[in-house]
């Protein structure tokens, strides 16, 4: 081999388009996927949420997901639902099973040889995209456009390659999968490979690509690649569970055990894949991708029945002595027992307000030097309470349905906004988590130890206010009335805390010795911010818990409701007259 070519001119050349097909074909691919997602819409949200019904829906639809956004970013979804205790580890693990299916389905569609087409669908996606209105239009074409872009990154890199594949032959070489060292060299290759660029269909695409360009002329040379790429494409769910409870760990750890134990398949019936594949027609891409489809869909059906020991097996390799975080409340089953399932609100509103409040007090530890364990607890907690947000959301709506008395109508729609506050209270912890990274890792701006104890004390207080409104959020309380008036009594001291401290800071600014510097000002400013919009939006879930509607009926907990009834429809009222008006008052000021 003269490895010494690839440093000449050619082989600058040769590189730089192959990295520019590359690119194309990775960002065909983002693109697609975004559109596609889009497309869908929340629908994908309940695409999910039905996967996890039992092991079969839970192959077959998340077959479907991995189609559409290929099994790293499913595993990463999943990976996040998890976290947020939306699913548990065994609902996640058909789903995985069912997402690397679906990314085998989706090689299959980039091995037909369209690319004489790609610079049409690019044409009129783009043109789509800009003239059509609509979201679910412009996704659709976004979605054609990145499909273009794809196979024109494609064809890029196999018109790179052709010129140069009696020169790449020496190199290919090494992957021969008709012996084991071969096999394993090409396995390893291709799971380096895609670890590095995250895409298991980008690093497939190569191999297509050097097969056009027939710099690889056999099924032995390409099916070691193809299979070795799914190891690699785990780092992406591996990279996304880093500060994630043990359970969402556990979920990309299980994505990877998936996808080792089917290279092994696929490396074990190789023999029978190379003699039986060249008995059916078509050509070698199409070889190697059906070859790559059937040793996945194998390897699903193998572990399918035994998915509940498979989930066992991932938590004895990945032992920990910490506590499970508690799931989400918000059972499908409680829906038709309405008083029950509001009450399970009311708990999944505590469950978020108590990762609130972990959170601020992480940020204490973090207030004096910055940590990146730390900084990435705080991010993953907000997105657990915005994913609870989404979740209480739907699942309010899909209670409407149910036929609900007056109170129990008023009372869900002071759960959505006590969740709708819930989220903005985690909104401004991570925005408190901003203001101290950006002061800690810029000029280190520091505050003199008095002052610093002032501080805290006002952060006690306001940390006082959201322990007090977690223990409102109790559905055994008899009167929430009470504990919204104990609330609006430690806001009102948190208040005259607040003032009395903006006060004293203000003093120091002005006074003649100068005693604390103008920027040191600012950051005191932006933190007393956060926490009065902390305490704000507590004292607004007080004032929704204080409404004589604000209970749970312990008589209704077992009644089971019938159906909404159906509303009629309000005729559509012109409101130019409106219109009118408010333009009239407005030229009026």
Partial sequence: MNWAWIFSKEGFLLIFSLLGGLA????????????????????????????????????????????????????????????????????????????????????????FKISEYSLFAIAVGFLGSMLLRGEKKKAGCKAFLGFGLLFLGMSTMSDAVAPYRDTLAPFLAVVDGTHWRGALMGVGIAAGITAVIQSSGATIGMVFALIHAGAITSLPGAYPIVIGAGIGTCVTALLGSIGTSI?????????????????????????????????????????????????????????????????????????????????????????????????????????AAILTKRSMLLHAELFRSVDRKTVRAIIRNEEVVNEIKVEMESYVKKLTRQRLSKRQA??????????????????????????????????????????????????????KVLRLTIHSLDPELKKFQKMARSILEARDDYMKSSLDFRSHYNDRLAGKEGTMSPEAGIYLTKYVDALDRIVKHSKTIALLEGHSEFWIKRKKLKRVAGAAPEYAKPELVDVTDYLDRLQSENESI
């Fill in 24 to 111: 194309l074909f990775l960002f065909g691919m983002q693109t697609m996927t975004a559109g596609l997602v889009g497309l869908a819409g929340q629908g994908m949200r309940s695409l999910i949420h039905r996967a996890t019904r039992n092991r079969v829906t839970g192959l077959g639809l998340g077959s479907g997901l991995g189609f559409l956004v290929q099994s790293s970013a499913a595993t990463v979804m999943l990976v996040g639902f998890v976290n947020a205790g939306l699913i548990t580890l065994p609902q996640a693990v058909p789903v995985i099973f069912g997402a690397n299916v679906g990314t085998t389905l989706s090689m299959q569609l980039i091995s």
């Fill in 247 to 351: 359970q969402a760990r556990r979920t990309a750890v299980s994505h990877l055990v998936f996808n080792l134990f089917s290279v092994a398949v696929g490396l074990a019936i190789s023999p029978w894949i190379y003699k039986w594949m060249g008995a059916i027609p078509g050509d070698l891409v199409h070889q190697a991708a059906n070859a790559n489809m059937m040793r996945m869909v194998l390897s699903a059906l193998l572990l399918l029945p035994v998915a509940g020991f498979y989930a066992k097996g991932v938590v004895w390799i990945t032992p920990s002595k910490k506590a499970m975080p508690d799931g989400s409340f918000l059972d499908d089953e409680l829906l038709t027992h309405p008083e029950q399932a509001i009450s399970a609100c009311v708990r999944e509103l505590r469950r």
């Fill in 410 to 463: 008023v009372m869900i729609q002071h759960v959505n906004r006590c969740m709708s506050n819930l989220e903005r209270i985690g909104d401004h912890v991570d925005r408190l988590r901003e203001i101290t990274v950006v002061r800690l890792t810029g000029r280190q701006v520091l505050f003199e130890e008095d002052l610093l104890a002032e501080w805290f004390q006002l952060y006690g207080s306001a940390l």
